[in-house]
């Protein structure tokens, strides 16, 4: 007895603890995993729990060597479906760029997770450890030239004086400035703008400056470089143009975006003594060092602007609006429709036509059309105005049903086979004497021609 016991117990113990138990897990998911160097992709760690959470997540950061690693950490709320089973789920992500070619692992990470067991309140921590997967960075392809490689989403580049290009003289110094944004990828990825040497003038590029410009869902970049030119010869010149050629991964197609290329006119200047002081400082002058500030983008909401968002929110109620009113009228018109075509006569003679031939019902289907069949002069009695006709079959077939009904025949009180027939015939001719009536009268306006 006393084994039994301990035996229960022990059974009521394992139950409480299985019962008690949380289940929580994590995926993690690649939106792609093969990619070129410098071309990101999107580590998603998605972590599930049976019941709910009582305190944000705890989770390492993500090394991978031969990458840069963009966390955006800020998780996002979610109910998951996972083999059929509703999960509440807790979602952030990375984004990784990766920059060696080769083949590679993504390492697993810590999380801890604080969620109550089922039919319990009381949160637990649990220590979850991701999936590893393996990834494959591709080397640059073999018609681009590894100095020129740039995988962007989409680039745009520009460029402005300190002065203006017009009364231009020897021993004048311009600066340009150029800027380059990037979209979809980081601004240590944007390449340097080399500047020609030129035979009219000394070229002095400054220090490049760049500025992290990402928004909530991408990285974005800029960089912006600055060159010296010292006037040293008088005629006409043409300032040269910078090109830029990224590569999108999108569509696996090279781009190549220009600024223009300038014509200037440099007029002499007597005092050409001026040139090598300048030269001189130019040379000697550090790289000017300036500071970009970082120009967030607006608030996005599934990756558009905050505006466009609402503006298309409020197109679509609109649009939603009318469906609906039009939807509600349409079914409106259907339903009186269809309630009118259920007390028409073509509805109820179609019922009588299928109305089986041994049965009362077929009677009551008869008249219920008789009654709606509009006609002159017609009888409330469909065998009284057979019989007025002269349509004796309809009239001597109605009259023998009846009696084998109500005068205890005991047949089974079919008609006959050609009743509905008959019927049909006797409807097309009251239709045909109908519209004779309707041609021969006369309008109020006329008189009958009398021979």
Not at 16 to 34: P, S
Not at 80 to 99: D, H
Not at 337 to 352: D, G, I, T, V
Not at 358 to 381: C, E, G, I, P, Q
Request: charged share 20%.
């Amino acid at each position: 007895m006393v084994k039994k016991l301990m035996f229960i117990g022990l059974f009521i113990c394992i139950a409480f603890a299985t019962k008690a138990q949380v289940n929580c897990f994590a995926q993690t998911q690649l939106d792609r995993n093969t990619v070129y160097a410098q071309q990101p992709f999107k580590v998603t760690f998605t972590v599930l729990t049976e019941t709910w959470y009582t305190a944000p997540l705890e989770f390492d950061n993500l090394q991978i060597p031969n990458a840069f690693i963009l966390p955006f950490d800020r998780t996002q709320p979610g109910v998951f479906t996972v083999k059929g089973k509703q999960y509440a789920g807790l979602q952030f992500y990375f984004i990784v760029f990766p920059y060696k070619p080769g083949r590679f692992t993504l390492p697993a990470i810590n999380i801890v997770a604080t969620t109550p067991a089922v039919n319990d309140y009381k949160g637990q921590k649990v220590n979850i450890k991701t999936q590893p997967l393996s990834y494959i960075v591709k080397p640059v392809p073999k018609n681009m030239s590894t100095d020129n490689w740039f995988v962007a989403k989409d680039v745009s580049i520009s460029k402005t004086w300190n002065k203006p290009l017009s009364k231009l003289k020897v021993g004048d110094v311009i600066i340009s400035t150029t800027v380059i944004n990037a979209k979809g990828t980081l601004p240590q990825f944007i390449p340097e703008l080399k500047a020609d040497s030129l035979d009219w003038a000394g070229v002095y590029p400054g220090s490049a400056t760049l500025a992290d410009t990402r928004d909530d869902y991408d990285a974005n970049g800029t960089r912006t470089q600055t060159v010296n030119y010292l006037l040293e010869k008088e005629g006409n010149f043409v300032m040269p143009a910078f090109t830029i050629e990224w590569f999108n991964p999108n569509n696996s197609r090279v781009y190549k975006r220009s600024t223009p290329a300038i014509k200037i006119h440099v007029a002499p200047n007597p005092n050409l003594g001026i040139l090598k002081t300048l030269k001189d400082s130019l040379n000697k002058q550090q790289p000017i060092k300036s500071t970009a500030k970082i120009k967030h983008g607006p608030k996005l909401i599934y990756g558009i602007p905050w505006y466009y968002f609402a503006l298309y929110s409020l197109v679509a109620l609109c649009v939603l609006y009318f469906i609906i009113k039009m939807i509600v009228g349409l079914v409106k018109i259907i339903i009186t429709k269809r309630r009118a075509y259920l007390q028409s006569e073509p509805y109820w003679f179609a019922r009588f036509k299928r109305s089986s031939n041994s049965s009362l019902v077929l009677l009551n289907n008869m008249y219920a059309w008789w009654d709606r069949f509009s006609v002159t002069n017609k009888s409330a009695s469909l065998q009284n105005d057979t019989r007025k006709r002269s349509a004796n079959n309809i009239d001597e077939e109605i009259a023998a049903f009846y009696k084998k009904q109500y005068a205890g025949d005991n047949s089974d009180g079919a008609v006959d086979a050609d009743f509905k027939k008959n019927i049909k015939k006797y409807r097309a001719q009251l239709k045909d004497e109908a519209k004779v009536k309707v041609n021969n009268k006369i309008a109020l306006n006329q008189t009958e021609w009398e021979e």
